[in-house]
């Protein structure tokens, strides 16, 4: 089988770069990458659990943000400037400690269905808030979702979903300055209103959209609406 690519290059030099959910590969941002075109460019770039088997990285949210600002200048991704970057279900918590931590490299955030609401820390909770969700995503895009799994293998998959329920993304909110849109879908209830609420309050320049329809794999399921809100971010 063909292993997960590292990077779906944009159309031009990249001024927004997304990053893949936790087994989810490059591909599921594709239909979003399309739909932006030429006038976003769109980079999307694979992390090990992110969008690569995860292997024996180790998979905490310090040692990935380090690890993606140092891919962004390597591959030449923020050639252009600073980008926006934006994170999809826990990879949220990477693009979020970049912009605290490599300030120079970000210029905006977009966070499409965080996870990590302190409420649902406990695994019965959370494992139960995923088969609520799971159960409303679009049938139609099962095997899609499914190819995105087997792709990566699920490597590093529960170390890293371990790490990141413990993450404080209101933490790493309050130690950047830059705007932050989070997307989220009316049936995700790994990323509920209430938790999406709370962090709005976070501080100034945080602005939370429920999308009309969908749960939590807008990219693959609604890449039409998240590439609109991702070009008004732009």
């Known amino acids: 089988m063909r292993g997960a690519p590292e990077l779906l290059p944009a159309p031009g030099v990249p001024t927004a770069v997304a990053v893949p959910g936790l087994g989810l590969t490059v591909d599921g941002w594709r239909g979003v990458a399309e739909r932006l075109g030429d006038g976003v460019p769109l980079a999307v770039l694979g992390l090990p659990a992110a969008g690569?088997?995860?292997?024996?990285?180790?998979?905490?949210?310090?040692?990935?943000?380090?690890?993606?600002?140092?891919?962004?200048?390597?591959?030449?991704?923020?050639?252009?400037?600073?980008?926006?970057?934006?994170?999809?279900s826990a990879s949220f918590q990477m693009v979020a400690e970049v912009a605290r931590r490599h300030p120079a490299l970000v210029r905006g955030l977009v966070l499409v269905g965080p996870t990590t609401d302190p409420r649902a820390v406990p695994w019965p909770r959370l494992v139960?808030?995923?088969?609520?969700?799971?159960?409303?995503?679009?049938?139609?895009?099962?095997?899609?979702?499914?190819?995105?799994y087997?792709?990566?293998?699920?490597s590093g998959f529960l170390t890293a979903?371990?790490?990141?329920?413990?993450?404080?993304?209101?933490?790493?909110?309050?130690?950047?300055?830059?705007?932050?849109l989070v997307l989220r879908g009316p049936h995700d209830r790994l990323?509920?209103?209430?938790w999406l609420s709370d962090l709005?309050?976070?501080?100034?320049?945080?602005?939370?959209?429920?999308?009309?329809?969908g749960a939590h794999m807008l990219?693959?399921?609604h890449p039409g609406d998240v590439a609109r809100w991702v070009r008004r971010a732009v």
Do not use: K
């Not at 139960?128 to 049938?139: F, Y």
């Not at 990323?191 to 209430?194: D, G, I, K, Y």
């Not at 709005?200 to 329809?213: C, D, N, Q």
């Open 150 to 154: 087997v792709a990566t293998r699920l």
């Open 161 to 180: 979903m371990r790490r990141a329920r413990h993450h404080d993304l209101r933490a790493a909110l309050a130690g950047s300055s830059v705007p932050v």
């Open 219 to 221: 990219p693959l399921t």
């Open 128 to 148: 139960g808030r995923w088969v609520l969700t799971a159960a409303r995503e679009d049938p139609r895009r099962f095997p899609e979702i499914v190819r995105e």
């Open 52 to 88: 690569l088997p995860g292997g024996n990285a180790p998979l905490d949210a310090t040692a990935e943000a380090d690890r993606l600002a140092r891919r962004l200048e390597d591959l030449g991704l923020a050639a252009g400037g600073p980008v926006v970057l934006l994170g999809h």
């Open 191 to 194: 990323a509920p209103a209430v």
């Open 200 to 213: 709005a309050r976070t501080r100034p320049g945080i602005e939370v959209v429920t999308l009309p329809s």
